[in-house]
């Protein structure tokens, strides 16, 4: 949907800036020439593998890995169709880490997560799909010779964090900041419910920023700086190159 959303775009801003006929107008729309000097980013993999978990067994999804990545390069070729040559390509997170995949379970049974307290298998398939996404990105390399093709650890980024979230002054990294979550009663975050014959809200904590989870599935505005900062220099690059220099032939 978003690689059509995309030729829609440029099909129609090549549209807008024939059409335009003050220098004005064209300053404010992309030029033609601009979408091949543009730097493609994914993020790829998270809500993939996490609604994966809710309806499929492990094994299952495990099968299906090589599917959803390979629905990721044909996107990428399609925008290199379309004339796009550099792409910035990120891996998925710890997925067992989110808050979310404990909002129903109290007392996990033994061996059922790992040393930060993440659901173990969930975390050894994200690792899997970021082992495939990677010899698949290598495959697109050869496959796609004039592409620039930047692959980025966001799954070492993040649980660094998490392993190291006291350290880094952040609160349980396995504890959202927003919403309501006593027990078995969840009220999402800004919703509200009846809980025990009173009004629940789903409100946000008073210090944002000291905490890793945003709602139980998204990051905090602290977390993802945090993963901003170890990404964008490149030193989590494959090849170690940072953003500023990604739109450069590799």
């Not at 990721?72 to 891996?91: E, I, M, P």
């Not at 979310?100 to 930060?116: A, H, R, S």
């Not at 990105?137 to 980024?157: C, F, M, N, Q």
């Amino acid at each position: 949907m978003q690689v059509v959303q995309f030729k829609q775009f440029k099909a129609r801003a090549a549209e807008m800036y024939n059409q335009a006929k003050y220098p004005y107008e064209k300053d404010k729309l992309p030029r033609p020439e601009d979408f091949a000097k543009a730097l493609y980013t994914f993020d790829i993999g998270q809500n993939d593998l996490s609604v994966g978990f809710r309806h499929l067994s492990f094994d299952q999804l495990r099968a299906e890995l090589p599917d959803i990545i390979n629905h990721l390069a044909s996107a990428v070729q399609h925008l290199y169709k379309q004339g796009g040559r550099t792409f910035w390509v990120h891996n998925t997170g710890p997925i067992g880490c989110l808050p979310v995949n404990f909002f129903y379970i109290l007392k996990p049974d033994p061996g059922y997560v790992d040393q930060y307290g993440c659901v173990k298998k969930q975390n050894e398939i994200a690792m899997e799909f970021n082992r495939q996404l990677k010899d698949r990105i290598i495959k697109l390399r050869t496959e796609l010779p004039e592409a620039s093709i930047t692959l980025v650890d966001i799954y070492t980024a993040k649980i660094s964090m998490i392993a190291n979230a006291k350290n880094l002054g952040t609160a349980d990294p396995l504890k959202p900041c927003c919403g309501y979550h006593v027990n078995y009663d969840h009220v999402w975050c800004g919703n509200k419910a009846i809980i025990n014959k009173t009004e629940v809200f789903g409100a946000s904590c008073k210090n944002p920023s000291a905490f890793v989870s945003w709602d139980g599935v998204h990051y905090s505005q602290v977390a993802n700086q945090y993963v901003a900062d170890r990404t964008l220099n490149g030193s989590l690059s494959d090849p170690e190159i940072p953003i500023t220099q990604a739109c450069h032939k590799q």
